[in-house]
């Protein structure tokens, strides 16, 4: 075990950007660009490069209620109407699939979008035109992960079930041990399926062609999808952030943490970002070896979100006043 202060060093901000809402969800980057979503219903696109903002599109009609994902021509963001395609030049709503409140989603896979209704289905949706191509049975409850042919999600009660990604036929359907009630988004990295249970907070790894366990940590490492990235598999758990070997389930590293982190977690030119409250901390994705902090201005509400993408590190921040969301961009360092 090792432990990490909370604050050391500090690096220059290269321009940060202020938004008008607060982030309802993780925001994504793709081709240079930054979308925000904000709980003001709207969703931004501000250039990754300057920190402008290319526009804003407000879907007050139709509420913000989880994830965006980015292919090809679109934005695709889940509402609590269904499935709104956004132009990802002008922000414009291009298509809408109206499902009713969706649960999850959405993942993005060739030229399909799968999203989890409330309805207790799991829809394949096609991302250019919006047509429904097919229907699944069960009751998932968590982002899709898409590998191999397969769609992947857990059900309530807990289930790990895998769809045929062209037709939506069950493929496989297994139970964990000792399970709990639900699971976290499954992530597949490594030729394996991860997913961890509310039960005990360990991990399970499992076969995506057959379902079956390829590996237990019945050690609690937290409730969150991990982190994959070399081979580990990042989980923060309160204030304990922890490295697992993705082939055996064995723990590398632990960080012990004097200032619990945001959840989010990134990974990039062999460092680990974590957010916390009024920062972003930076360890050796290796060894576990605390390395420095970013500090941000402002007064801040939640923990930062970290973004690595384009040789940047971005830090999404939530703040007590207006502007309520905070974007800064630092120049990625180099490897330890």
Known sequence: MCSAPPTQGRSSNSGPSATSGSPASIPIESGGTLYLPGIDDTVEAIAASTGSISWTSSLADR?????????????????????????RGTGAVAWEVDEGELFAGPAVAGGDVYVTGNAGHLLDVDRRSGSVIWTGPLMPNSVPAVADGRVFSTTVPLHLVAFDAGTGALDWDVRPKNPGIQATDPVVADGLLFVTADADGGMYAFKPASGAVAWRLEQPVGFGSPVAANGLLYMVDGNSLSAIDD???????????????ATRLAVANGVLYYGFAGGIALIDSTTGQFLRTIQLRGRWQSGSMPIVADGMVFAITQLLRPPRTLVSAFGLPSAP
């Open 63 to 87: 509420p913000l209620i989880g994830s965006l994902a980015v292919a090809g021509s679109f934005v695709y963001v889940e509402t609590n109407a269904g499935l709104t395609a956004l132009d």
């Open 247 to 261: 082939a055996t389930g064995t723990i590398a590293w632990q960080l012990t943490l004097m200032d619990a982190p």
